[in-house]
């Protein structure tokens, strides 16, 4: 089928026109057809915001701002823009302009008001809140720090009272510890005096031992890992060593335990007193034996040449 | 008239006699009942038949901005949406326009003065005006106005069709996703850009029409001045493109 021309020149126009109406629309943000409405608010100062800037609620982008101008009653600056049908800006909603103009990503947020306040009528005001920047912040919270600053001072004034009171009381405990403190500071300090030759003379025996680690250490540092590297190994024999000899002590234990029952030979030994008597008495009989022969030594001599004979 | 004084004093007399041509042409508008047919013709040819031509440099420009755009932001610091926020503005404000104009300088503005200038040297235009009719406004008009008025639809279909290619581009290459795009085509958005593009548009499509038909009106000669005709025509349009875009972003932006 042949078109005319009429046709499609009449077609490609409203075609263009038609995609310029939306493109643009879209680019701004806008909704391709109408379900926006119009709201407006007032700023002290709107840093930066300029018609086209995205309108975010708790961070999400429902609308954009239309105009931005100063208002002539007041000298604070009007902004008109719109929001988002679905989006619920009930009575109590305020809006802060945030972001960075020097980067010059600047927006508007609205916060929302409760949720059972009536809804602000299409065109209706909502009242604005300073720029929550750093400073504001601070400055919002400034009050607060003050108070507990406050709070903390008079404590400090009450504690530092009771402390002087404390020690105006010339029968208190801290006066009396003081003075004891005061006695205690001036005993140490005679002794210091007395002792000062002594002192410093120690003092220069600890520096000459510490030099003497320093120059172990210092250059030779090697020797010293060495030295620890030996000293570990010793110390692992010695704990073997200390394991058998720990074997060694329980015997021992053992063997004491038995003889202090009395059994075996040495526990004889040891809970009999009657050896000691025999022997005692033996050792008698010895005594006079070895006095006899020395007295008479013919009266032995005699049969030891007989046993000599032999 | 001296060779010297022609020199000095010839773009003084082009100027006078290019304006003097327009005037005539538009002092006959009167008579636009008489040639409307003519006029839906033109916007057919100027128009309509450019469409696959300028759709086609467009998607091409759209995507070799994106992929240039991505290639040169090698920060980490610098979000992708902002490869959305270069490509759609230079769409909107500069390539839609200016790469249109120069396929249309070279498809629209060679054929305008072929056209004219071989009416001229065949006598046609002498036949007209014998016949009793305007020949300026019967054939000059038509060309001007279908210019005018479709240089804008081609500008709008070339943003367009740019600004899907960058995207198309920009996703389906890996460079930006669509939405990161869109973010940052949107965060920096001017309302203005695209009026200041129609604005261009319109300047643009006056300046192609009016120069080629100028030249192809006033065409001496035979054959060889049907071809300097045609091809001054292409060159003193892109000339004129690029003056009026400097001179509009000067002035406007």
């Known amino acids: 089928m042949k078109h005319s021309n009429e046709l499609k020149v009449g077609l490609s126009i409203i075609t263009a026109a038609i995609i310029f109406i939306l493109g643009v629309r879209f680019f701004e943000d806008l909704p391709l057809f109408e379900t926006t409405y119009t709201l407006e608010t007032e700023f002290d100062n709107a840093a930066g915001l300029i018609a086209g800037n995205v309108v975010r609620v708790n961070g999400v982008g429902v609308g954009s701002i239309d105009d931005v101008y100063i208002n002539p009653e007041n000298n604070r600056v009007r902004v008109r823009f719109h929001v988002d049908r679905e989006v619920p800006v009930r009575q109590g909603s305020h809006t802060v302009v945030s972001g960075f103009d020097a980067l010059g990503v600047v927006r508007m947020d609205v916060v929302l008001g409760s949720a059972d306040s009536a809804k602000v009528p299409v065109g209706g005001f909502i009242p604005s809140r300073e720029q929550a920047d750093l400073l504001g912040s601070l400055s919002e919270k400034a009050p607060v720090l003050i108070d507990r600053m406050d709070g903390a001072l008079a404590q400090l004034t009450s504690v530092l009272e009771t402390t002087r009171s404390m020690l105006d009381d010339p029968d208190g405990d801290a006066r009396q510890a003081l003075a004891s403190m005061r006695g205690s500071v001036g005993t140490l300090d005679a002794m210091l005096r007395a002792e000062r030759d002594r002192i410093s003379s120690i003092l220069e025996e600890v520096d000459g031992i510490t030099s003497g680690l320093n120059r172990a250490m210092g250059p030779d540092g090697d020797s010293l890992a060495a030295t620890v590297a030996n000293m570990n190994a010793v110390m692992a024999r010695l704990d073997q060593t200390l394991l058998t000899l720990d074997a060694t002590a329980s015997g021992v234990n053992e063997l004491l335990d038995k003889v202090n029952r009395g059994e075996g030979t040495i526990g004889l030994l040891v809970n009999d007193p009657g050896l000691y008597h025999r022997t005692d008495s033996l050792l008698g009989s010895l005594d006079a034996l070895l006095v006899d022969f020395r007295a008479n030594p013919g009266r032995y001599l005699k049969e030891m040449r007989l046993v000599d004979l032999f | ?253």
Request: glycine share 12%; net charge neutral.
């Open chain 2, 1 to 253: 008239m001296t060779r010297n004084r022609s020199i000095i004093l010839a773009p003084a007399v082009a100027l006078g006699s290019y304006s003097l041509l327009l005037f005539h042409a538009f002092s006959s508008l009167g008579e636009f009942g008489s040639y409307r047919k003519n006029v839906v013709r033109q916007m057919v040819r100027v128009g309509v038949d450019s469409l696959p031509i300028v759709a086609l440099a467009a998607a091409f420009s759209g995507a070799v901005t994106t992929v240039q755009t991505a290639y040169q932001l090698v920060s980490p610091f610098i979000p992708k949406s902002i490869i959305g926020a270069i490509v759609v503005p230079s769409m909107i404000l500069e390539l839609g326009a200016v790469v249109t104009g120069f396929i249309l300088a070279g498809r629209v503005g060679a054929r305008i003065a072929a056209e004219l200038g071989t009416m001229r040297v065949t006598e046609q235009i002498d036949a007209l005006e014998a016949m009793g009719l305007n020949s300026i406004g019967y054939l000059i008009v038509p060309r001007v106005i279908a210019g005018v008025v479709m240089f804008p639809v081609l500008y709008i279909a070339a943003s367009f069709i740019g600004i899907a290619g960058g995207l198309f581009v920009g996703h389906a290459g890996g460079f930006v996703p669509a939405g990161e795009f869109i973010d940052g085509a949107r965060e920096f958005f001017q309302p203005f850009d695209p009026v200041f593009g129609l604005i261009k548009s319109f300047v643009f499509g006056f300046i192609i029409t009016s120069i080629s038909c100028f030249k192809g009106y006033n065409t001496l000669g035979g054959a060889e001045g049907v071809g300097l005709a045609t091809t001054q025509a292409a060159v003193i349009s892109c000339v004129y493109i690029l003056i009026a875009d400097l001179a509009l972003a000067a002035t406007l932006l």
